[in-house]
Every structure is written in structure tokens, then in C-alpha cells.
């Protein structure tokens, strides 16, 4: 089993290209391209953020291409990329489509684009068919992710498109394409509110799951931590991941553990991520096929 780490809380404080190059240190195999400063969005003002970055200029594909390069000459490969979300918004399609093609850019093969958690898979159809024929020119499988609301009476999560078994292959069912493949959050499947657990979904997706996003939390909050640091149980995860033969990688998204570091000594931070999932990596080769 190989190991994978988002980009994107690294990329905050040292920026992509001097991330790859600390993932790679750290001893990961691949780095997930994290593309949300593409296109960030401003939850409070409900407005896309003007600040700049190579990804929204001229250049966003030689900027892909050099941080391809630090990658391959540290030793790593790129497995998979994250489009900018939200992802139905005035103005994201072209974004969306260009995170497509970075993907291909740096040498990933699956590209996770969130599907509206408000939308039925119909309507999220829509806006995947329009995505599709240019991610086959490119190569790049396009991934949907299991999303969440929030109940505030009950102070709990609520569903959203993906959220559970039925509704995320409901979604992969409408599309029907070898193309269209599942990206499973471990940590939004451990919400309290959506009636589901990791396991469980994993087991409904079975061989349509691609890709991951890891994380731990305390089985209520989007918490994006450390995996072992707080409360899903990971050895079942691993089991039912083995009991499917799943053949993706082990990428983490715990990018709320990194915001305790600073630049100044985020290796620690990144090192104690690759050594986390080395350990779930090594769990996972343990058990029998």
C-alpha cells in the first residue's frame, strides 16, 4: 500500500513547490494536488476571494508541470488532485475543467470534484456530464465525495448528496462510467447525524472506491486530524478496505493537525503524518488477502 498526503495546508505556509518537496522528505510516495487556491471561496461574504496565484494566471500549467518535476526529482509521483470548492458556483465551470487538466499536467490520474450537497444526483449529473468528455481527453477519472450538512437544532450532521450508502451509489449509478469512480472521506462517514460508518460504505461501494481522503475525529465534527489521535476505529476501516481489495492509495487529508505548526518546523508535522500512514499502510499489507 502506497501513501499520499494533500498539498493544499502545507502549500498555506511554504507554498506548493516547497511542499511537494517536504512530502517527498517525509518519506510519503505521492502528493495529492490540492487546487482550492484556484478558486477560493469566501463562506462569510458568499464571493470568490480576490487574492492571486499561479493557478488562476496564464501559466497554471507550467506551474502544474514544475511542481510535477520536484516531484519526480525527490522521488514521488502526484496519485490525485482536489478541484476548487465549492463546485456549483457563478463561474466554476472552467475552473473546474481546468483542474482537469492540471491533473493530467502533474501527473495524477483522478481528479475529486465535490458534488453539490444540496443537489440530487440528477442534478449533480448535469454537471458531471459536462466534465466527463474532457477528463477522458485527459485521462483523469473524476471522483465524487461523500458531503455533509448541518443540523444546528440537533447540533449534529445532517445528510447531503453522497452522504450515505444509498445516495453516493445512486450518484454513480446515474453516470455510469468507468470514469466516474468514488473518493470515500473517512472522517465525514463517521459524522454522528448521517446514520452511516466508514465501514459500511466502504463495503457499499466496493470496487467503484478509488481514492481516499483519511482522517480522524471525535465521530461528530469535521475535525481533519491525525488518524489514531482521536476516535474513528481504523482497524476496521483497514479490514473492510482489504476485505474489497481496494487498490487506490492511502492519502490523508488531516489538514487541520498541520495549522499547530509553523513554518518553521512543519517537517515535524508532515513527518508525523508519514509515519501515521505508514502505519496504516502496513496494517492494511498485514491482513490476508
Known sequence: MKISTEIGSIARQIGEEKAVELVARAGFDHWDFSMFAMRRWDWANHCVMDDPHPLKGENYLAFARQLKKIGLDHGITCNQAHAPFPSMKPGYMPFLLRAIECTAEAGGKICIIHPDNDSTPEKN????????????????????????????????????????????NAHLDIMNDDFFVACLDIGHAEMKGLNTTAPEMIRALGSRLKALHIHDNDLKHDSHQLPFSMQIDFD???????????????????????????PENIFEGIKNMADCAKKLAAQFDALPD
Open 125 to 168: 449529473a448535469e454537471m458531471y456530464h459536462q466534465l466527463l468528455p474532457f477528463a477522458k481527453e485527459c485521462g483523469v477519472k473524476i471522483a465524487t465525495e461523500n458531503m455533509w450538512n448541518w443540523n444546528k437544532e440537533k447540533d449534529e450532521a445532517a445528510p447531503a448528496a453522497c452522504s450515505d450508502p444509498a445516495s453516493f
Open 236 to 262: 476496521q476501516m483497514v479490514k473492510a478496505l482489504k476485505e474489497i481489495h481496494y487498490n487506490g492509495e492511502f492519502t490523508l487529508e488531516a489538514d487541520c493537525y498541520l495549522s499547530a505548526y509553523t
